[in-house]
Nanobody, 119 residues
């Protein structure tokens, strides 16, 4: 059974920083793309940043230059360093991973971690 476990959310003042982490565990062959999505109240879930196993990145325009995604392929973890946080970054952040289990690839989600940016 595959699980994604997130950590690192919380309350931070505007302009501050937070680091989110996500670890994949369970029985699988490999982890392909990993990424972070977020969902604010009343809004659809949106991509924040994604990173392939080969190192290609994709960022939402709203976070470019402020957020950095990274991963440790050996540990099957992905992190999101968030700097210069704004009130509009407030949301539940979800880790997502494309994981190969035996002969097929499937998408998995973490449970979500709340990020609140407020003074």
């Amino acid at each position: 059974q595959v699980q994604l476990v997130e950590s690192g959310g919380g309350l931070v003042q505007p302009g501050g920083s937070l680091r989110l982490s996500c670890a994949a565990s369970g029985r699988f062959l490999r982890v392909n793309a990993m990424g972070w999505y977020r969902q604010a109240p009343g809004k659809q879930r949106e991509l924040v940043a994604a990173l392939t196993s080969g190192g290609s990145t994709n960022y939402a325009d709203s976070v470019k230059g402020r957020f950095t995604i990274s991963r440790d392929n050996a540990k099957n973890t992905v992190s999101l360093q968030m700097n210069s946080l704004k009130a509009e970054d407030t949301a539940v952040y979800y880790c997502n991973a494309r994981i190969v289990v035996i002969t097929y690839e499937a998408g998995y989600w973490g449970q979500g971690t709340q990020v609140t940016v407020s003074s």
